[in-house]
């Protein structure tokens, strides 16, 4: 158990709806980093937020949104969903701001499936 | 650009041999290196990280190694168990734009009884 936790575990929407992933860092960890891995493909990386701050964004589409609010959880937003939005999400966290420097934990991810 | 490529895609192997794993990077400047374990359907979670003056780093029976120069990494498994089947993730953190982490598309290891 690596003490990041996403909630919900699956999730089944309709194209063109909005939801909602949340994430819960480690006790202690001021990052939090969401990842996009779709079916068979590598993690993707979407974006960084460090003590309520954005601080690094990948590949992250205009229509997904993200924010850290003050007791440091996670919300990842996506909207106008499209069928191939459907995948896991992960979000991880570390102690600091660099991704280099510290570890990453990540979390059990979120199914996200647009039917 | 920064790159990250993985050798084999794809592995089966029977349980109890050895194998070896492929990391291939062109991330430059080099921070360190990483080596994630991602079970089907689970969260990818660490097994080494590597600077750039370590050259070999062990975890239990996996022994992952480093060469700075050529820019190429190794994760070695010793004694396969049917619990090693999994994705294997190389990630390699630097570049030009600060401290980010570029992902390799990982390897798929099949253990077989």
């Known amino acids: 158990d690596s003490g990041v936790t996403q909630t919900p575990k699956h999730l089944i929407t309709a194209t063109g709806q909005r939801v909602t992933l949340r994430c819960s860092p480690r006790?202690?960890?001021?990052?939090v980093y969401w990842y996009q891995q779709s079916l068979d493909q590598g993690l993707q990386f979407l974006i960084q937020?460090?003590?309520?701050?954005?601080?690094a964004k990948g590949n992250i589409l205009e229509r997904f949104s993200a924010q850290q609010f003050p007791d440091l959880h996670s919300e990842l937003n996506l909207s106008s969903l499209e069928l191939g939005d459907s995948a896991l999400y992960f979000c991880a966290s570390s102690a600091a701001d660099s991704p280099a420097a510290y570890e990453q934990y990540f979390g059990p991810g979120t199914r996200l499936t647009v039917t | 650009k920064n790159q990250v490529e993985q050798s084999p895609q794809s592995l089966i192997i029977l349980e109890g041999k050895n194998c070896t794993l492929q990391c291939n990077y062109t991330v430059s400047p080099f921070s360190n290196l990483r080596w994630y374990k991602q079970d089907t359907g689970r969260g990818p979670v660490s097994l080494t990280i590597?600077?750039?003056?370590?050259n070999t780093k062990s975890n239990g029976r996996y022994t992952a190694t480093l060469d700075a120069d050529t820019k190429q990494s190794s994760l070695h498994i010793t004694a396969s168990q049917l619990s090693d089947s999994a994705s294997y993730i190389c990630?390699?953190?630097?570049?030009?734009?600060?401290?980010?982490?570029?992902f390799g598309g990982g390897t798929r290891l099949m253990v077989k009884p």
């Open positions: 937020y460090y003590n309520g701050e954005e601080r």
């Open positions: 990630v390699v953190s630097g570049g030009n734009a600060g401290n980010m982490l570029t």
């Open positions: 590597m600077t750039f003056s370590e």
């Open positions: 006790s202690g960890d001021l990052s």
